[in-house]
Structures are given as structure tokens and as C-alpha cells.
């Protein structure tokens, strides 16, 4: 290697990869269609990043998109189409900052102003990419960056790409002029980007005044890491200082192990009357570019080389959106498991009011006070139970009011329940999901209470529950002559007993606290059944009808618990995404090995040894 102050370049051949198959591997790739095709295997990863959504506001869902964004585009706009076509011509992306001198020195290649060059920033407003007549034809069918327009005449839009021919440019060689890398406008930087991954060569043009700016070392690390192929070029150097600027640049290109990238030093100069520098300046880059041109088994070095490290860095970039994924999955369920939290938490509150007695106070117990008796009753019960049957049946045939009204008052303090559990879910789903970063994202103010018509599907559910009660003693009852004797009066009173005894206890055993509450009620419910059932039986309705109660109150609060779950599901992705995205990263580096990309021996041509600066 010449130093800077040698000659007008340093040159060098761009690296060929190291040999990554196996010994007996195959010098082409296969090109059938298949799982374990290299083709059949990037189509399979195409189809895996395509289908994984990123939905969920974490700190990796956004760089996740875009670098899902980036793969997707490299896998068409290059990958795909360039193992399809190994011997398709050299595309060279030029590259570089704003106001580097990009299009002016295209031009001065081709020997033709095809691209626009002036002071007015951003200048090249659509990619423009130039090719021997010869080659049109390649490039203009689409499989080469198939998501731009192709068009023969400049264009403002930047997802046209314009087609031009120059006679001068060698076949097999095609120089595409990229929007700045620094564009103040964001989707030319993001066209920028597009199109050097889907380069077989980088060429990279900078200024003495700009040659160390981060946002061109940060492509050119990025470059590196794929593999790609990369010459230099430093423009516009003043005469005093090339020997200086030219020694700097080499040693940062070295700290990047980016040493082994030719790079061709322009003086400061003029341009003639096309717009177009002396060829004496570039007569070092167009020699360079012209053996390259002349020599099949140098292009293939390069397509080979930029291609096999495009290949081998999918492997950790698939990985890193497979972490996404699975934090994605991750996320849902901490969000899923807040809300049933929840939820479960109101499902117990309700279960612990059937078990303390609570709901026997107010209403409900001087409803069924009235509907059984009075204090004195309850105070001479045990005397006279033998007497009960009759005295209920009596109570219940000439006073059908007060069953209505106990029914009623059960209905009233189960509502209340549910209706204050429902509350206090609802708030406490919508706490822990403000508290964490997805779920803020996902929340409604509407969600902090709960749906609207809640209570009008609570009071629905307790009447079902109340008729499912009937339903059970009258079951239960078929073969009692009781049932038989009392009719439909029968079934009620029991049925209204059952209901108390469900609010009382779940053994039906009451105790010293809920024969305080229900002053006495408690006892009276669990003699008047097993008066008319017997102790197992009592034992039997009670504890079915307290299961069935309960199962009822699970679905209406799952109703209420899938406002949110639903929310979680539909940005959920698939909860193998992850794992569905390694499998064919790892079926790709199989094929890429298998396939021999790598194994080729051509050489690139070294650079011009002689030249000004």
C-alpha cells in the first residue's frame, strides 16, 4: 500500500470474504425453489419478518419496525433478485454527504450530465441510475429495487427511479446516484439507506471539509459489519493540505477496519462547461472502474463478497427481531395478567360475601322476616318445627306480596355487589395498565369504569340465577311428597330459602357471627329446609346453588375483564413469532453454507498507482 503523499490514491482490492461453506460445497448457489434452497429459504424469512407485528408501545417496537423495514427491502431489492442473477451487471451505489460532489462526479464518469448537480440542497431529488445500453434491460424489468417506479425522464418523486444510458460507462458496470445520507429530508435519507444495501459496491464520496461527520462513519460501520464491498472517495482537498487530510483519513479508516477500501483522493478544481471535472482527476477512479468493468471474475469477487456478508448479517438482525417479538408476547401477558388479577380479585370479594352474611343486612333480612314471620316466630321456632311446613305454606298461599319483595331485595343487593366489584376491577385494570408503558398506550378514559350496561346485565344474570334456583328445588323435590302436597307455593318458599341460606354460609352451618346479623334469619332458613329436605339435602341445594351463583358471576365479569383482553389480542402478535423468526434464520445460514456464495477466488483489480492529487 502507497501512502497519500505517494500518490493520488490509496489503493487496494476490496476484501473477499473468507470461504464460510464446507470444502465440497457447490461454486453456484442452487436457484430451485424449496425449503432448502437458499432462495426457498429467504423467501421463508420474507415471509416470517412480514408476518410479525410490532404492536405494543416498548422501547424496542419502533427500532424493531424499522429494522424489519430494512431486512424486508434488502430481501427484495437486492437479495432475492441478485441470487436470481449472479451475472447480472455491477450496481455501484454513490454515496455521501450533502454537497459532497456525488453527482458531479458521476456525470464526469459517465461523461455525461445525467444527474443534477447545483447549490440549491437537497439536488438529487430521485435516484438516478446510469448503464451501458447494453445493460437496460436488467435494470429496467424491476426485479432490482422492485418497489421503485422506473421512468426515462428526472423526476420529483422520490420512489421513481430514473433510467438513463451512457455509451462511455463499460457494460457490465451501473453507477446509481442515492440522495444525500444527511438529506434534510427524511424520506431521502431513508431512500439513501434503501439503496446502498441494495449495492454491490459502496462507493462512498466525502469532502476534506466533511470526511470525519458521524452520519457517514455510522454507514460506513454498518457497511462493515454486512460484508459489503467499499472504495473511497475524498473530494474537493486543497493542494497545501491532501497529504494531511489523505493520512487522517487513512488512519480513521484503519481504527474501522475499513483499511482495505481503495480510496482515491480529488484535488480542489474546476468544472467545464458540462458541468463535468478534468479527466486527468478522475482518470485514477474511471481506470479502477474500468478493469473492474472488463473483468467477470473481479465483479463476481465483489457480488459474492457483498452478498454472501448481506447473507451472514441476517443471522443477528433476525435474532434481535425475535427478542422484539418475544417481549411483544411478554408484554401482552403482564398486561393480560393485571387485568385478570383484577378481576379474579372482585370474583373473590363476591365469594366473601356470600360467606360472611353481609349480604343478609338492610333489606334482604326484613324482607324475609316479613316472608316467614315474626321475632316471636323466629323466638319459638325449635318448639314448633313440626308445625313449619304448614305455617309456611299458609304464610306463602294468602301472601304472595312479600315473596315478590324478598325476591326482589335479593335481586337489589346482589346488583349493588356486582355493581361495586365491577368498579373497583375496572379501576384497578386501568391503574396497572397506565403504570406500564404498553398498556398507557392502549387505554380508553371509557375503561376506568365499568361498561355502561353493566347493570342492566347484572340485574338479567340474578334473575336467572333466581329461576335456576327454582328450577333446582323443583328437581330436587320431584320425588318429596311435600312438593307434591304444596304445589308451586312450595317450590317458592324453598326456593327463596335456599337463596338466604346461599347469602348465610357456604356449609350452611351458621355461626355465632351470622346468627347476629341475620338476627336469628340464618337459623330460621336452615330449619325450614331441613324440615321439608333433611339435612343432606339442605346441605346439597345450598352449595349448588352457591356454585352456580358464582359461575355466573365469573361470566359476567370475564364480559367486563374483555374490554381489555381484547385490546391485548388484537396487537398481540403470534406467540411463536420469535421463535418462528429464528427457525428461518437458521434455515438461511444452512443454505447460505450449503450454497458456496462464498467460495470464489476471483480478484478485484488494484487501484491506479499514479495521479495527482
Known amino acids: 500500500m502507497t501512502t497519500p503523499g505517494d500518490s493520488a490514491t490509496r489503493s487496494g482490492a476490496p476484501a473477499v470474504a473468507a470461504r464460510t461453506g464446507p470444502p465440497d460445497a457447490a461454486e453456484e448457489p442452487s436457484v430451485t425453489p424449496g425449503d432448502d434452497s437458499l432462495p426457498g429459504a429467504l423467501s421463508g424469512l420474507r415471509a416470517a419478518i412480514g408476518a410479525t407485528r410490532y404492536p405494543l408501545a416498548l422501547p424496542s417496537a419502533n427500532s424493531a419496525r424499522q429494522a424489519a423495514n430494512a431486512l424486508t427491502d434488502q430481501l ?29 462526479l458521476v456525470n464526469s464518469l459517465v461523461k455525461a450530465r445525467i444527474s443534477a448537480a447545483g447549490v440549491l440542497r437537497p439536488t438529487t431529488r430521485s435516484p438516478v441510475l446510469v448503464c451501458n445500453p447494453a445493460d437496460a434491460t436488467w435494470f429496467r424489468q424491476g426485479d ?10 428526472p423526476s420529483d418523486d422520490p420512489r421513481s427511479l430514473h433510467l438513463v444510458t451512457a455509451p462511455a460507462l463499460p457494460p457490465g458496470l451501473a453507477f446509481l446516484d442515492a440522495p ?20 454491490d459496491l459502496w462507493l462512498f464520496v466525502t469532502t476534506a ?21 467499499i472504495a473511497m472517495v475524498l473530494d474537493r482537498v486543497p493542494a497545501e493540505a491532501s497529504d494531511e487530510i489523505a493520512a487522517h483519513l487513512t488512519e480513521m479508516l484503519a481504527a474501522q477496519d475499513l483499511d482495505r477500501a481503495p480510496l482515491f483522493v480529488l484535488p480542489e478544481t474546476w468544472v467545464d462547461g458540462q458541468g463535468l471535472l478534468p479527466e486527468g482527476v478522475t482518470a485514477p477512479l474511471a481506470e479502477w ?44 401477558d403482564a398486561l393480560d395478567e393485571r387485568v385478570r388479577a383484577a378481576y379474579r380479585a372482585s370474583e373473590r370479594t363476591v365469594e366473601q360475601g356470600l360467606r360472611d352474611g353481609r349480604l343478609l343486612r338492610g333489606e334482604v333480612l326484613a324482607r324475609w322476616q316479613e316472608f316467614v314471620g315474626t321475632g316471636e316466630f323466629f323466638r319459638t321456632l325449635e318448639a314448633r318445627i313440626g308445625r313449619l311446613r304448614d305455617r309456611l305454606v299458609a304464610a306463602v298461599t294468602g301472601r304472595p306480596a312479600p315473596a315478590a319483595e324478598l325476591r326482589n331485595a335479593i335481586e337489589s343487593q ?10 373497583e376491577a375496572a379501576e384497578s385494570a386501568y391503574t396497572g395498565w397506565k403504570a406500564h408503558p404498553a398498556g398507557a398506550d392502549l387505554l380508553d378514559p371509557a375503561l376506568a369504569h365499568p361498561s355502561g350496561d353493566l347493570p342492566e346485565r347484572a340485574e338479567r344474570m340474578v334473575r336467572d340465577w333466581q329461576r335456576a334456583v327454582l328450577d333446582l328445588v323443583r ?20 326456593g327463596l330459602a335456599v337463596m338466604i341460606a346461599v347469602f348465610a354460609s357456604t356449609a350452611f352451618i351458621p355461626t355465632g357471627l351470622e346468627v347476629a346479623t341475620g338476627a336469628g334469619t340464618t337459623v330460621a332458613a336452615q330449619a325450614v329446609l331441613q324440615a321439608i329436605f333433611g339435612d343432606q339435602a339442605v346441605r346439597t341445594l345450598a352449595a349448588k346453588a352457591r356454585v352456580d351463583l ?14 381489555f383482553l381484547t385490546r391485548t389480542a388484537d396487537a398481540r402478535p403470534a406467540e411463536a413469532a420469535g421463535e418462528t423468526l429464528r427457525q428461518a434464520a437458521r434455515r438461511v445460514e444452512l443454505a447460505r453454507h450449503r450454497s458456496g456464495i462464498a467460495d470464489h477466488d476471483g480478484t478485484v483489480p488494484a487501484g491506479d498507482e499514479k495521479g495527482s492529487r
Open 209 to 229: 471539509a466533511r470526511y470525519a461527520d458521524a452520519v457517514p462513519w455510522e454507514l460506513l460501520r454498518s457497511a462493515r459489519a454486512r460484508g459489503a464491498v
Open 144 to 153: 432490482l429495487l422492485p418497489g421503485l417506479t422506473r421512468t426515462t425522464e
Open 414 to 423: 346482589l346488583v349493588t355487589l356486582l355493581r361495586g366489584v365491577a368498579s
Open 550 to 563: 358464582l359461575a355466573r358471576v365469573r361470566t359476567l365479569l370475564d364480559a367486563e375483564a374483555d374490554r
Open 475 to 494: 328437581v330436587e323435590g320431584a320425588d318429596k311428597r311435600f312438593v307434591a302436597r304444596t304445589a308451586a307455593y312450595a317450590v317458592n318458599a324453598t
Open 180 to 199: 444525500d445520507i444527511d438529506s434534510v429530508v427524511d424520506a431521502n435519507r431513508a431512500l439513501a439507506s434503501q439503496l446502498l444495501a441494495a449495492a
Open 76 to 104: 427484495d431489492d437486492y437479495l432475492l433478485p441478485r441470487l436470481a442473477r449472479l451475472d447480472a451487471p455491477l450496481l455501484v451505489v454513490v454515496g455521501g454527504s450533502t454537497g459532497a460532489g456525488k453527482s458531479t
Open 289 to 332: 472502474f474500468a478493469r473492474l468493468a472488463a473483468d467477470a471474475d473481479a465483479r463476481a469477487a465483489v457480488v459474492r463478497q457483498t452478498l454472501d456478508g448481506a447473507l451472514a448479517a441476517l443471522h443477528p438482525a433476525v435474532e434481535e427481531l425475535a427478542d422484539a417479538a418475544d417481549e411483544q408476547v411478554t408484554a401482552a
